[in-house]
């Protein structure tokens, strides 16, 4: 599966569709694999059964070794949640989250968290055949959000592509769900750590985490029916959203 064809491919299906202000995240999900499974060549039985969706993160599928964390009650609440989205063949596999912001919310502090949160948890995956990626659909509010409150370590990361960049995150943010609705951030040397800003569990056992991150594809998608690179929009489009494909190291 050529991973950066199907992002082209589900970028034009949601440029072509009449209702892209509704395209929500299971869409975005849907789209992708059908472009998958068009992109290896059709629906037979061994390019759909090469894909598992919502594989907990415990499950012992990555060498045989579930995800572990110094603290206890991440590992409680890591084994709640799952991937999105794993594809399998031969000895080769790809690990995918999805995440797709679109609509005018008010949880945006949330939102960029999550983003972190899945970031994160991808990264955890400590295999050398697993290639592990965030498909995340950013909305035009979204983007003001984070440029007009200077969150430089996220605009950092999805700011040029193939470039390597790091950046640092505490595991118990992104391992209990509780905690994320309550966020504050501190820049640290043009990079903001995002932890939560009140918690119970002992200070002893938060323990942050360096993550690499490449970003692979930026597809901008306009209002009518065009996507663009972003050195390629013309000044008189107006976007929809944009689409980024970014490799978890």
């Known amino acids: 599966m050529n991973i950066e064809t199907v992002t082209e491919d589900v970028a034009k299906l949601i440029a072509s569709r009449e209702d892209k202000e509704e395209v929500l995240e299971d869409t975005i999900r849907y789209l992708f694999f059908a472009s998958a499974l068009k992109n290896l060549g059709g629906c037979d039985d061994e390019n759909i059964n090469s894909f598992t969706q919502e594989v907990k993160y415990n499950k012992k599928l990555f060498d045989g070794q ?17 991937l999105d989205t794993y594809f399998q063949r031969e000895n080769k596999g790809v690990a995918i989250e999805f995440k797709c912001v679109t609509k005018t919310t008010s949880a945006k502090p ?4 999550l983003v972190f949160n899945d970031i994160f948890r991808l990264s955890q995956i400590d295999h050398a055949s697993v290639s592990k990626f965030l498909f995340y659909i950013e909305g035009k509010v ?3 959000y984070v440029n007009e409150n200077n969150i430089t370590c ?20 992104c391992f209990c769900r509780e905690y994320i609705s309550n966020l504050k951030s501190e820049n640290q040397n043009n990079s903001t ?9 002992d200070s002893t056992k938060i323990q ?7 970003l692979i594809k930026e597809i901008i998608i306009t209002k009518d029916k065009k996507i663009y690179k972003k050195e ?6 107006n976007p929809f959203a944009t689409l980024y494909l970014l490799e978890v190291k």
Do not use: C, H, W
């Open 208 to 214: 942050t985490t360096t993550v690499k991150t490449k």
């Open 66 to 82: 579930p995800l572990s964390s110094n603290n206890d009650k991440a590992i409680k609440d890591i084994s709640k949640i799952k």
């Open 142 to 144: 979204m983007k003001e």
């Open 232 to 237: 390629n929009l013309p000044k008189n489009e």
């Open 110 to 113: 949330k939102r960029v968290g």
């Open 154 to 173: 996220y605009s950092k990361i999805f700011e040029k592509e193939n470039e390597e960049q790091e950046i640092k995150i505490q595991n118990i943010l």
């Open 193 to 201: 750590m995002y932890k939560a800003a009140t918690t119970s569990i």
